[in-house]
């Protein structure tokens, strides 16, 4: 098959290409050039989805079987892209995102309950791209031009956490990180907050797989429902040195000590608080029937360590607390 992936060089969509090289089939990936190097073996354009007329003008009337578009924050790039391809193509992934439903605290939802987990509205054109919803609202517009243009030859995943090698956010790779240089280690005291991650590879492979039968549909594309408690134990176990101690903190003495949940600078990445744990469980059960297969955790967490070693272990970080930042917390919760 001739596989035409938008993006190709990070994270997902490299992962994605790989993948498809991996498969035996060609590989064309179309990116700006700037954020690194697909991989080998695949066919590489050059468009800027930002300038109109760019992508068709790289493709310029080629054909393929299977897309794979992962763009972020624009439906009128998807939308250009569709128009870019009119009538050449076969079988259309989109990857939306977990964050396409509405009320981010909703647990156990599945795509087909659209009362129990209603989506974003699309976002009109005086909303600003700061706007905390636009995300989520980019993404749902992006998944009704999809369908609409592609029509029964659409597969729209929803992606959630994705982990392992080539993660750039910060979040997991952090613990990875923290575990394997050991010591004591602050982690949130929240047995019973859910988290759900999925490795990129795993993800990756079983969008290929569903393009080469030309599956499609809707589905949450993240791994089974577990605990930050069990992932960070599972995490720990893979990868922690032999003298790593985990120091659990309340949620109240974090925020009072000015540790920030989830993603940024000083905070405890994948820490969530109740009005946010629906996007860290949803019901994959459907995603699961349609093949979806993850491996053990452990794995994720020795690809993510990788990573991070060729990053740089003591490197600025997006995500998470710096050493002196944890030394703080931990003094201030235990004394010392």
Same mark, same amino acid.
Not at 41 to 62: I, K, M, Q
């Given at each position: 098959?001739?596989?035409?992936?938008?993006?190709?060089?990070?994270?997902?969509?490299?992962?994605?290409?790989?993948?498809?090289?991996?498969?035996?089939?060609?590989?064309?990936?179309?990116?700006?050039?700037?954020?690194?190097?697909?991989?080998?073996?695949?066919?590489?354009?050059?468009?800027?989805?930002?300038?109109?007329?760019?992508?068709?003008?790289?493709?310029?009337?080629?054909?393929?079987?299977?897309?794979?578009?992962?763009?972020?924050?624009?439906?009128?790039?998807?939308?250009?892209?569709?128009?870019?391809?009119?009538?050449?193509?076969?079988?259309?992934?989109?990857?939306?995102?977990?964050?396409?439903?509405?009320?981010?605290?909703?647990?156990?939802?599945?795509?087909?309950?659209?009362?129990?987990?209603?989506?974003?509205?699309?976002?009109?054109?005086?909303?600003?791209?700061?706007?905390?919803?636009?995300?989520?609202?980019?993404?749902?517009?992006?998944?009704?031009?999809?369908?609409?243009?592609?029509? @029964?030859? $659409?597969?729209? /995943?929803? %992606?959630?956490?994705?982990? *392992?090698?080539?993660?750039? +956010? =910060?979040?997991? &790779?952090?613990?990875?990180?923290?575990?394997?240089?050991?010591?004591?280690?602050?982690?949130?005291?929240?047995?019973?907050?859910?988290?759900?991650?999925?490795?990129?590879? @795993?993800? $990756?492979?079983? /969008?290929? %797989?569903?393009?080469?039968? *030309?599956?499609?549909?809707? +589905? =949450?594309?993240? &791994?089974?429902?577990?605990?930050?408690?069990?992932?960070?134990?599972?995490?720990?176990?893979?990868?922690?040195?032999?003298?790593?101690?985990?120091?659990?903190?309340?949620?109240?003495?974090?925020?009072?000590?000015?540790?920030?949940?989830?993603? *940024?600078?000083?905070?405890?990445?994948?820490?969530?608080?109740?009005?946010?744990?629906?996007?860290?469980?949803?019901?994959?059960?459907?995603?699961?029937?349609?093949?979806?297969?993850?491996?053990?955790?452990?794995?994720?967490?020795?690809?993510?360590?990788?990573?991070?070693?060729?990053?740089?272990?003591?490197?600025?970080?997006?995500?998470?607390?710096?050493?002196?930042?944890?030394?703080?917390?931990?003094?201030?919760?235990?004394?010392?």
């Amino acid at each position: 098959m001739r596989f035409l992936v938008l993006g190709g060089t990070v994270f997902l969509s490299r992962a994605v290409a790989a993948a498809a090289l991996a498969a035996g089939h060609a590989v064309t990936c179309v990116s700006r050039g700037v954020s690194g190097a697909p991989p080998d073996g695949a066919e590489v354009l050059v468009a800027d989805r930002s300038r109109p007329g760019s992508l068709a003008a790289a493709l310029d009337g080629r054909t393929a079987d299977a897309v794979v578009d992962v763009a972020t924050m624009s439906a009128p790039w998807v939308r250009d892209a569709l128009d870019a391809l009119d009538g050449r193509f076969g079988h259309w992934t989109f990857v939306s995102s977990i964050n396409a439903y509405a009320d981010p605290a909703v647990r156990g939802g599945t795509v087909d309950q659209p009362t129990l987990a209603p989506l974003h509205d699309e976002p009109g054109p005086e909303r600003s791209r700061t706007d905390p919803d636009v995300y989520g609202a980019a993404k749902v517009g992006s998944e009704h031009a999809v369908r609409e243009r592609a029509g @029964d030859r $659409a597969h729209v /995943v929803r %992606a959630g956490l994705l982990c *392992g090698h080539g993660d750039r +956010h =910060d979040r997991y &790779g952090y613990w990875a990180n923290r575990f394997a240089r050991g010591g004591r280690v602050v982690v949130p005291d929240a047995p019973a907050q859910p988290m759900q991650v999925v490795d990129v590879d @795993d993800l $990756a492979a079983w /969008v290929v %797989a569903r393009a080469e039968t *030309g599956a499609t549909g809707t +589905h =949450d594309g993240t &791994g089974p429902r577990s605990t930050l408690d069990r992932v960070l134990a599972a995490t720990a176990e893979a990868v922690g040195a032999d003298d790593l101690e985990l120091v659990r903190v309340p949620g109240e003495a974090l925020r009072s000590l000015d540790v920030a949940i989830w993603a *940024g600078p000083r905070s405890l990445p994948l820490w969530l608080p109740e009005t946010h744990w629906g996007i860290a469980d949803r019901d994959v059960t459907a995603t699961v029937a349609a093949g979806l297969g993850t491996r053990p955790l452990a794995a994720t967490a020795r690809a993510a360590l990788a990573w991070e070693r060729e990053l740089g272990l003591d490197r600025a970080r997006a995500a998470g607390l710096t050493a002196a930042e944890e030394r703080a917390v931990l003094a201030a919760h235990t004394g010392g």
